[in-house]
Every structure is written in structure tokens, then in C-alpha cells.
């Protein structure tokens, strides 16, 4: 039996056991969150249930529930949810102001005319019209004006199609609703300032997840990860893709963390490098192959012959890379004092000035041994002749070097990255203890108004926008018309000479020369460009499609008291419908699909459990609060732990209109007629986006997507091309610079059309609704693709800034000119195969076959060179290996992506499968007579002569 002391030992070991996980669950964010939620229910219930407080928000005091959940959510702080709500208040009081001007001007028309004339019933219509109109607008324009906007056409919608809208003008419903306003946005923004006060960081954390990412994934390629390693469970492929979408997500994260109110020490400009610091690090560390890291730190007793005496600098200078990293970890954590679960116990002044100078010593340690390895490789080196193949030994033996150059660069980009890196966290914790914590207030701009808050997703943003208009290409002029067009009009003699020569002063002659005259063609062209504007702005679309749906929906509110249709509406609470419409339009069919169906089920489950509840209590204030209390929880949850949150939103705003409606007196019907109504006008309004967004103005996800990509291979194609160039213009500083410039914008403008274009329209095109189902998986590996084949044409850019131009360049042009030409026509069908869908070409130039006589060629050339000044080139021979190795890699992804498209459109083929022999695959020999080398986009031609669509 145990002792006295021991059980006292126990207990205080049970409940320290309890204290702690109390004290962390209650450190949770989502606690918080979920904490801040149920608090703002229970503010509102007591506005709306308490009698003498509820007389103020009139028969609809419900709302107060329903715009707490749709306009005043909680947000991530109490910064942005200071921002929310004042942004917001001011898109109620604008919404307000219009719709009271609206009855005002309605109540003078009726002093002149009956109260049910068409002009009494047009005011309104009007005013509804232009409401919807321009809320449409700023919603798609202005992503962090959309609750602002959709709160303007909420309260219009109740103060314009309700049946008091046909009465005398009152003031009585505009205070009412400013009150539930002043309600709902005050009990958020007290919720917040009680459980979200402290500054939440995004931007720094997503800093601090990439880059304990970059060390998990360095460490899974070279065998050293430590056993505490959060990310210890996740494979490296996962670690990958996950780092690929932080780092994705990284310039939209900062864009956002500028323009935001926040509380801090640090602005965040001060850690802006480090947006490209992470993307470096993560193209080095997916670039190239595993064998030098294998072998430097895995097995440093099995160093191969490759290796030579790069094995203990190599092995020194990955301890100070997984050193760095993890140092670069602390100081952010320290800097911007956040709250984790690892704690900076060591003073890390020291330790950041010390691994600085530590990794630069190795850096230049491993760089001075680099030149004695490729003098050994390349005095191994025998000139080969043309049309001659290398031994299997041989070939193999060169490849593998060729890894370990590309390997050797991308450690050694690593540890520069990193050095910039620890520069800047030095700066921070240097200053750390003479700065105190301050407010950071945005800029207020278009530029501010354009970035959505913390919880606004950004539907219509600039990169998803712009390709709203599927066959712009198709109906307008290209660039190279509109020249030859104007060299047309040139040609044409001038307008005095044709006069002079028209006897009679023909009016068509007149007419034709005054149209073609220099200042009438300046004006053409500029209004050519505004019509264009115009005719293809998805932000006008949006706003005639909210526009049409509101008014065609509230139509039967605007017809004489007598109609039936209007005594429908009115028993039905048609507002709901027209709500529920604007709620539930999206860009895309498919996203309109996915919210409308979710929000179906949101309103089915949210009335039912209404009417169960009712039954159960009735009209019992203190029933009424618990059940309403209750349904907060798996609500809550829904919204914030799962990807199902229009679902929980719509079922928060189900609730209060059926359970509290008999409480508050507004309604004769029955409560389950009422939800039966409720599911069937929400049900209407979601029939209604649907038909609408397929019918005016459609944007399907498919079209969408293979367009786009389409144009992503266009630009991928310009920037191999202007890579090219770079590389030939090397010895022209104006030229070259021109050209990194050129490159730079385009590898920006590619990223973020992969980002917020094929990623997004993706997930959209499994929303929608089809007949045939859709290849969504292969859709998704192209975006996979294109994203590697990115980061291949960025690698061979820092590569070939540092490649010897006399002997990887010039003496091989030839070789190169063949290279360029294979990579470029597969580009271009790939083009053109998602541009147009249709087959691809049965056979293409062998790139793989071009690449082998340019990579033997750069190395005949540098064996030469070697021959005559054995330290000329110095270790600039390894990046001339090391882009070989790239160029493998370039090759690789561009046969994959060949492939894809000949599964997705098929192949125009010419010759069948059992014609197919040795010498037309893409596996032969350079002594072959014939020039042109071609080969099949398909291992094995299935037996059937053309396929697909």
C-alpha cells in the first residue's frame, strides 16, 4: 500500500501534469479564437433578448446575430479587427445613406402622385440597382473594401425590397439598423480586445516555418536530421511542397503584413530580404541531386573518387548551414517576441557574428580546393571526336561529376543566402534592446484597398483576374495587325491630293480620307485601347452580373401592392433570396458551385437544428440563449478547423431568423413553415448565381486554366529565349543588363500567375459540374511541372553568370544553336497543344540527343584550354560541368511535360506502333549520318493511329 508521501507526490504531479496542458490549451490561437467567438454570441443574445435593450433593433434585432457572422467576423488580432470594423461601419453608413435617400426622394413623389405609382415603386428599383451595380464593382476592384461593399447591399436589400419600402418616409428602420451595426461590430471588437490583443504575425511566422523547412529537407538530403525535428515524420517530397507553397505564398503574406495595422518593434520592411532569401534557398535545395550530400555527411568514410579532398571542407561548411539556419530561427523568434515552443536561452549576438564569419572562411576554404578538383577531372578529360560515342564507364564517370558540380553550387548558393541572411538578423538583435514596441499604421492607397484582410479572400485578384476574358486573344488585333494596318493607311496618298483629284468631292472619298488622316488614327488607337478596357474588365463584368441577379430577383418587390407576386415575396421574406444571390456569386462557375452547395447544406442543417431547438424551448429566453450558445461550438469549429467555412457561416446565419423569430414578435407564420421558407428562398438565390454565372459572361475553370497555361508557356518560352540572349550578350554590359532585367520581371510575372492563376483554378475545377469527368490529377502535375521547369530556367541563370564564354559559348555555338532550337519548338508545341487542344506532332527534335554533342563539345573545349593554360579558367570549369548537369534536368522536365500533353490532347501520328524501331527513339548514337535527330514524345505508341478528343 502506498505511503502517505507518495500519494501527495502523485497528486502534485497530477495536477502540475493538468496546470500544463490548461496553460497551453489556453495558449492555443484557437482557443482564442473559439473563446472570442462564443463571447461575441453572447453579447449580441443579450441586446437581442433582454426587452427593454431589443426594442431598439425593432423586429429585425435578429440581425445583430446575422451581421456579426457575415460582416464583422473575428479576425486574427485586434488590429485588423479595428481596421474591419471601421472600414465596414463606413460601407453600413454608406449603404444607409443611399437607401434613406432613396425613401426620402419616393416620399416626395408621393405627394404628388398615389403611394403604389410606378414612379413611387421605380425610385427605389433604381436605387437598388445602382447599389448592386457599384457594390459589384469595389467588391472585384477592391478586395479589402468586399464586406464593406456586400454590408452596403445587405442593409439596401432590407431597407429597399421589404414592404415598408412602400410607405411614408421614416427614419425609424435607418436608426434600427444602425444600432444593430453599432451592436454586432462593437461586441467583435470587444471580443477581440479581451482573448486577441497580442499582434499576430503571419508574415514572420511563415519566415520562421520556411525556414525550419529548409533545414528539415537539408537534412533529410544529407542524413542529419535531429530527432527533434517538428517536421522529422514528413517525407522530403512533402517538406518540398510544402515549402514551395510558403514560399508561394510569401509576397502576397508581406503585401498584406504591409498595409496592416500591427503593434511591434520591427517593421516589416526590416525582414523583406528574406522573401528572396527563401526562395533562393529553396530552388538550391530542390535543384541537383542527393550524392554530394549523401556522402559528405551520411558516409564521410566512404568519400568516392568524385570527391577527392572535398569531403571535410564540404562536411564543415553543411555543419554551418544546419548551424545558421537554426540560429536565422532564433533570432526572428527573439526579434518579433513571439510566443513558441522553442525558447532562445543563449545570448545570439555573439553566435550570429560568430557563425558569419565561421561559414564565409569555409565558403573560401571549399572554393580554393574546388580548382584543384576540376584541374584533376579535367586533366582526365580525352578529346572526343564528332560522331563519336563515349564508353558506358566513361559517360557514367562524367555524369556523376557533372551532379557533383551542380551539388557543390547549390551548397555554396546556400551558404551565401544564408549569409545575408544572419546579416539581417544581426541588425535586429543589435537594435533589439533600443527600440520599444510601437503602432505601425498603413498607408491608405489603391494600393492598400487592393490587399484583402486576414480572413477576405482576394476573388478577384490581379493574377486570376486578368484572365477573365477567354478569347480576347481570338477577337481582338494583335500587336504585328495593327502595324501592318497602319502601314496600310500610310500607303494611302495624302487627304489634299485625293480631294484634288475627286472631281465631284465624292462624300465616301471624303469620308475614307479624313478616316485615315494621322490625328484621326491617334485617336482610333486610343479609343480602341479604352474600349478594350472596358469590354474585357472582369471588374465591370462582376458588377452586371451582381446587378442583373439583384434586380431580376427583387423584381416581384416592386410590382403594385395587388399582384400576387408581390404578396409572395412578402409572405416568403424574399430579402433572404436576394441575399443569399450575392452571397453565394463567385468568379468561376466552379467556385460558385462549391459555395452554393456548401451554403445549402449550411442553411438545411442550421434550420433544422433551428426548429429541434424551438420545439424544445419554445419561447424561454434562458433556453433560447443556451441552444443558440450550443450550435456556436460546432459552428466555431467548422470555421476554423476545417476548409468547409461557408458552410458554418450560413448555418450561424440560419439560426437566429427561425429560432428567435416568434421571440421577437415579427412574424405570424409557424417556426417550421418559416424554416421550410428560409431553405427554399436560400435554395433560389443559389439556382439564381448559378444560371447566371453560366449564362452571362461564363468562366469556367477548365477554359480558364488551359489558357492560361498557354500563356505560361508563352512566357516560359520568352524567358528561355531572353536567357539565351543573356548569355550571348554577356560582353555587352547595356545589352546584358537589359536582358536580367527583362528576365527578372518575367520569372516575377510566371511565379505569380502559377500562384494565384493554375493553383487556384484547380481547385475551382473540381467544384464544377460535368458530364465527363475532368483529368484534375494531370492538371495538377503540369502546374507541378511548370513550377520545376521555372525553377531549372532561374538555376541556369545564376549558372551561366559564372560560366567561361570563350569555351562554353563561343567554341560551341553550333551545338548551342541546335540545343536552343529543340528546347524552344517543345515549348512551343506545348503551347500551342494547351492553347488550341490538338494533337501534338507525332515526332519532335531530339533535345536529349543535341544536348549530348553540346555538353562532349563544352568539355573538348575546356580540355583544350586546360592543354594550354591549366589555371586560366580557374574553378569557373565547374559551372560549365554544373550546367550541363541543369541542362539534364531542363531536358528531363520537358520530355515529362511532352508526354502530359500527348495524354491530354493525343498525338497526330503517322507511323503505327510496330513501324516504330531503334533508330527513331531517342536512344541512338551520335555517329548516326543524319543531321536532324527526332525522336517519338512517347516511350511506346499505343496501336490505335490518332487519339484524343
Not at 446565419?653 to 412574424?667: E, G, H, R
Request: hydrophobic share 45%; glycine share 4%.
Amino acid at each position: 500500500m502506498p505511503s502517505d508521501g507518495a500519494l501527495s507526490h502523485r497528486s502534485r504531479h497530477f495536477f502540475g501534469q493538468c496546470w500544463r496542458a490548461g496553460t497551453r490549451l489556453m495558449s492555443n490561437y484557437t482557443v482564442h479564437t473559439l473563446c472570442a467567438r462564443v463571447l461575441t454570441v453572447i453579447i449580441c443574445l443579450v441586446f437581442i433578448l433582454v426587452p427593454p435593450v431589443a426594442k431598439l433593433g425593432g423586429q429585425y434585432v435578429f440581425l445583430a446575430l446575422s451581421l456579426k457572422e457575415l460582416v464583422f467576423p473575428i479576425q486574427h488580432s485586434f488590429a485588423e479587427q479595428l481596421e474591419v470594423t471601421i472600414l465596414n461601419c463606413l460601407g453600413a453608413l454608406t449603404g444607409v445613406g443611399l437607401s434613406s435617400l432613396a425613401i426620402y426622394l419616393r416620399g416626395i413623389s408621393q405627394r404628388h402622385q398615389p403611394s403604389d405609382s410606378a414612379v413611387s415603386r421605380l425610385l427605389p428599383a433604381l436605387f437598388l440597382g445602382f447599389i448592386s451595380y457599384m457594390a459589384g464593382y469595389v467588391r472585384s476592384r477592391l478586395p479589402r473594401l468586399q464586406l464593406s461593399a456586400r454590408i452596403s447591399c445587405f442593409i439596401s436589400i432590407w431597407l429597399l425590397v421589404g414592404d415598408y419600402a412602400n410607405t411614408s418616409v421614416s427614419l425609424e428602420y435607418v436608426h434600427q439598423f444602425l444600432w444593430l451595426t453599432a451592436v454586432s461590430s462593437s461586441a467583435s471588437l470587444f471580443a477581440t480586445l479581451i482573448f486577441l490583443r497580442a499582434t499576430v504575425y503571419p508574415y514572420v511566422r511563415s519566415i520562421i516555418e520556411s525556414m525550419a523547412l529548409c533545414r528539415t529537407i537539408l537534412g533529410l538530403k544529407a542524413g542529419n536530421l535531429p530527432k527533434q525535428d517538428r517536421h522529422s515524420e514528413m517525407s522530403r517530397e512533402d517538406c518540398q511542397a510544402s515549402l514551395l507553397r510558403h514560399s508561394d505564398e510569401l509576397s502576397s503574406i508581406y503585401a498584406r503584413a504591409v498595409f496592416e495595422t500591427r503593434v511591434s518593434r520591427f517593421n516589416v520592411k526590416s525582414i523583406k530580404p528574406f522573401i528572396s532569401i527563401i526562395e533562393h534557398l529553396r530552388r538550391d535545395l530542390v535543384r541537383g541531386s542527393s550524392y554530394f550530400l549523401s556522402h559528405s555527411l551520411e558516409r564521410p568514410d566512404d568519400v568516392p573518387q568524385e570527391l577527392g579532398s572535398l569531403g571535410p571542407p564540404a562536411n564543415d561548411l553543411l555543419e554551418c548551414i544546419l548551424r545558421s539556419m537554426d540560429l536565422v530561427h532564433d533570432a526572428l523568434i527573439f526579434a518579433f517576441e513571439l510566443n513558441v515552443e522553442r525558447v532562445v536561452h543563449e545570448p545570439l549576438l555573439p553566435l550570429l557574428k560568430s557563425a558569419t564569419t565561421k561559414l564565409s572562411a569555409t565558403v573560401v576554404t571549399l572554393e580554393a580546393l574546388l580548382q584543384e578538383e576540376s584541374n584533376k577531372f579535367t586533366s582526365g578529360l580525352h578529346v572526343i571526336p564528332d560522331h563519336q560515342s563515349l564508353p558506358t564507364e566513361e559517360n557514367e564517370r562524367r555524369r556523376r561529376f557533372h551532379q557533383l558540380a551542380l551539388d557543390i553550387i547549390n551548397i555554396l548558393d546556400i551558404a551565401n543566402e544564408l549569409q545575408a541572411g544572419l546579416r539581417v538578423c544581426i541588425v535586429l538583435v543589435e537594435s533589439f534592446p533600443y527600440t520599444t514596441r510601437r503602432v505601425w499604421l498603413p498607408k491608405i492607397s489603391l494600393a492598400w484597398l487592393g490587399i484583402p484582410t486576414g480572413r477576405t479572400i482576394a476573388e478577384f485578384a490581379e493574377g486570376v483576374s486578368s484572365g477573365i476574358a477567354i478569347n480576347r486573344r481570338q477577337m481582338d488585333m494583335s500587336w504585328w495587325e495593327v502595324q501592318a494596318g497602319l502601314a496600310e493607311s500610310g500607303v494611302r496618298p495624302p487627304l489634299g491630293h485625293r480631294l484634288q483629284h475627286s472631281l465631284f468631292h465624292d462624300p465616301l472619298e471624303i469620308v475614307l480620307a479624313l478616316w485615315d488622316h494621322p490625328s484621326i488614327l491617334r485617336l482610333r488607337l486610343r479609343l480602341s485601347r479604352v474600349s478594350k478596357s472596358i469590354k474585357h474588365s472582369p471588374h465591370i463584368r462582376h458588377a452586371l452580373k451582381n446587378c442583373l441577379g439583384v434586380m431580376l430577383l427583387s423584381l416581384p418587390a416592386y410590382l403594385p401592392a395587388s399582384a400576387p407576386g408581390r404578396r409572395w415575396f412578402i409572405e416568403t421574406h424574399g430579402q433572404w433570396m436576394v441575399i443569399s444571390y450575392v452571397w453565394v456569386l463567385e468568379p468561376t462557375t466552379g467556385a460558385t458551385w462549391r459555395v452554393g452547395c456548401l451554403r445549402l447544406a449550411g442553411t438545411v442543417a442550421g434550420a433544422i437544428y433551428s426548429y429541434i431547438a424551438w420545439l424544445i424551448v419554445h419561447e424561454n429566453p434562458y433556453g433560447l440563449f443556451f441552444m443558440v450558445l450550443l450550435a456556436e461550438l460546432p459552428i466555431s469549429w467548422l470555421i476554423l478547423r476545417t476548409p468547409f467555412s461557408s458552410m458554418g457561416t450560413v448555418a450561424a446565419v440560419t439560426l437566429p431568423p427561425i429560432i428567435l423569430a416568434s421571440y421577437v414578435d415579427q412574424i405570424g407564420t409557424s417556426v417550421g413553415k418559416l424554416a421550410i421558407l428560409r431553405s427554399m428562398t436560400i435554395a433560389i438565390g443559389i439556382i439564381a448565381a448559378l444560371l447566371v454565372n453560366h449564362v452571362i459572361f461564363p468562366r469556367h475553370s477548365r477554359v480558364i486554366f488551359l489558357k492560361q497555361t498557354s500563356d505560361i508557356f508563352e512566357q516560359l518560352t520568352h524567358l528561355y529565349l531572353s536567357l539565351c540572349r543573356y548569355m550571348m550578350a554577356r560582353a555587352q554590359p547595356s545589352v546584358a543588363s537589359y536582358e536580367l532585367q527583362n528576365m527578372v520581371k518575367l520569372e516575377l510575372r510566371i511565379r505569380s500567375a502559377l500562384v494565384l492563376r493554375s493553383a487556384m483554378l484547380v481547385e475551382s475545377m473540381e467544384s464544377e459540374l460535368s458530364l465527363n469527368p475532368k483529368p484534375v490529377r494531370l492538371y495538377r502535375q503540369v502546374v507541378v511541372s511548370q513550377h520545376t521547369l521555372l525553377d531549372t530556367l532561374t538555376g541556369l541563370r545564376s549558372i551561366r553568370e559564372r560560366i567561361p564564354k570563350r569555351e562554353a559559348v563561343e567554341n560551341v555555338l553550333k551545338q548551342r544553336r541546335d540545343f536552343i532550337s529543340c528546347i524552344s519548338v517543345s515549348l512551343l508545341a506545348c503551347e500551342y497543344a494547351f492553347g488550341l487542344r490538338k494533337r501534338l506532332p507525332q515526332f519532335l527534335p531530339s533535345a536529349r540527343q543535341t544536348l549530348g554533342d553540346l555538353t562532349l563539345a563544352i568539355e573538348n573545349s575546356i580540355r583544350q584550354r586546360y592543354e594550354v593554360d591549366p589555371d586560366g579558367l580557374g574553378y569557373a570549369r565547374m559551372f560549365a560541368f554544373a550546367e550541363g548537369e541543369a541542362m539534364e534536368q531542363l531536358v528531363s522536365e520537358m520530355e515529362n511535360l511532352l508526354n502530359m500533353c500527348r495524354q491530354l490532347f493525343g498525338v497526330s501520328s503517322w507511323i503505327d506502333s510496330t513501324a516504330v524501331q531503334p533508330r527513331f527513339s531517342r536512344h541512338f548514337h551520335s555517329n548516326s549520318e543524319i543531321d536532324d535527330m527526332w525522336f517519338s514524345i512517347a516511350d511506346d505508341i499505343e496501336s490505335r493511329p490518332e487519339t484524343g478528343p
